[in-house]
């Protein structure tokens, strides 16, 4: 790990202006600024002890957990603050019985002890698991070096995305929690030197195109402060389905967050996010268009599951992804079908 200065804020209003005072301020942002924040730290400092990422400056943001770290219900929903700690969400009872999907994403994302550290502003802007990207040995990064190339392309690349790849890209997202945001529709509050402003959580992440190293729309000195997630008739008729090699501790291969509503027989709304087989969280907008207004009969199943992944681009190890992830989709649509809801 590199030399760096330390820093601890207050509040968010002194973190932004600590940022904006020692930060070359860069538009579009960079993921190798100079000045970084710091939360529960178990990304960030993995990539500092790895030389992969090289802050100059680290501010940490844990001092306003007090009023950053807030899980608040209402008539409109629920909101979350970006300091809550994974584990404080997903041991949550009315997290549990009211957005299910949201409370099993963070169970199955982590060990216990990672989550009982990691905040969930920090959690949805974790990096990619990509060997080559996280290895320094391996030149070829274009995350990690703009312009260099990418050795997953024609490497080892099992675990490498199939949807929303570029040819300067190909590493997989690797969260959980926000394929649960993409399918309930959340909405994200951030703060930074220019001001205040909410955008929908499908805007935060970039897919890779020719700029894999910029990764969100966050601007440059932005932190996430909350997210907010709309009370909607299928938020309880939810769950989260993960697929992996082990079932303790691991990334997903594909996984599936989902959210159904009928009106008798027929499904009224669908919400699909992939996990496990995409650069970005993927939002499944066709296999939702596939199911709504259908009866859901096995052919509909079978058809929303192979459109989700018409556009998908395997690489010579990881072709296996598109048949396991059309069976986890078809697999987690029976399963939201058959849960009893509360009405």
Known sequence: MRVFDYSRAADAA??????????????????????????????LLDLMKLDVMRPARVIEINSFQRNKADIVFSDGGLRLGAMTRMAQAADHPQV????????????????????????????????????????????????????????????FNRQHAVLGTSESCIATYPGDFSQALLALEALVDLTGPLGSRTIPFAELHRAPQHTPNIETTLKPGELITAFTIPAMPWARRSLYLKIRDRESY????????????????????????????????????????????????DETIVRAADVAFARAQPREHNAFKIELGKRTLRRAIREAAALEVPT
């Open 14 to 43: 002194t973190a932004v202006s600590s940022y904006a005072d020692s930060s070359v301020l860069r538009d579009p942002p960079d993921v190798s600024a100079p000045t970084q924040y710091l939360a529960g730290g178990t990304t």
């Open 96 to 155: 549990r019985e009211a957005f299910p999907v949201l409370a099993q994403s963070l169970q199955l994302a982590a060990s216990a002890q990672i989550r009982n550290m990691a905040s969930l502003g920090g959690n949805v802007l974790q990096r990619t698991r990509c060997s080559y990207f996280r290895d320094t040995s391996y030149p070829n990064c274009n995350k990690r070096a703009p312009g260099s190339g990418c050795a997953a392309l024609e490497g």
């Open 250 to 297: 691991e990334f997903a291969l594909a996984s599936v967050a989902i959210a159904l509503d009928f009106d008798g027989q027929q499904v009224r709304h669908a919400r699909i996010a992939l996990g496990g087989v995409a650069t970005v969280p993927w939002r499944a907008t066709d296999a939702e268009t596939a199911l709504t207004g259908q009866p859901l009969s």
